[in-house]
């Protein structure tokens, strides 16, 4: 993906394929500095993904925003935070860091994340899934994430007493307390060795402590996945019904970093009334 042919072809098809999958609202995050061996600038890169999802979404009923993620590993946070911030009205909804938690902590980008912020733009940070509660510490109360790249880890914060009863720890306290959305990968979770399997995944306990808990399918190709498949794991895991399906969609859509109001009609207008009709079918 180093062209800017190739770069519009799969956002095309990204989109194309979460409509064909029932998706109505997606956030598709990528890096751009990845994309820069053929001599493509950071602007084009962008144009060329923007272009893509337009075309992805033509006669679809699906809306797409892009998150422009830094290498957590690199030292160009700060000009992608600029890069998210200069696209807020043109389909980016928010900045991200993504990478090798373990040796490279959010606070080393603590610029770019003071950027996003004086710019009134939106803010979610990969912590918790290689490194544990240090790292979510860290991105909240330091680095000010809105959301959770994973989080799984979370769990490293709660405790199960010995008559059976779960204490949370300060950290997991303040994820639940501010309903911090917590965006969970189950499979990719496997494969990344953060849960032994789908059925020892955290995500139905963290569920059945009212956590803010969204599903989500992080890489598709590599893990060779989709959300309803995601969805799917979790009925056959956790015995979830379509009413903890729609709660888990409400929660998604309740953190997306669009306006409140295009949020609420979607849920108001499409997700709510599409779930009421699969309860009551």
Known sequence: MQTRGALARVARECAEDLAADGVVYAEVRYAPEQHLERRL???EVVEAVQEGFREGTLGTSIRIGTLLTAMRTAA???EIADLAVRWRDRGVV???IAGAEAGYPP???LDAFEHV??????????AGEAFGIPSIWEALQLCGAERLGHGVRIVDDIETEPRGEMRLGRVAHLVRDRRVPLELCPTSNV????AKSIEEHPIGLLMDLRFRVTVNTDNRLMSATSLSKEFSQLVDAF??????????TTNAMKSAFIPFDERLELLERVIWPAYAELRDA
């Open 107 to 109: 606070t080393r980008h």
């Open 239 to 248: 015995g979830i019904g379509w009413g903890q399906i729609g709660r888990l």
């Open 41 to 43: 600038g950071l602007e």
């Open 117 to 126: 912020r004086r710019e009134n733009f939106h803010l979610t940070i990969h």
């Open 94 to 96: 928010g900045f991200d």
């Open 76 to 78: 160009r946070s700060l």
């Open 191 to 194: 494969h990344s060795g953060a």
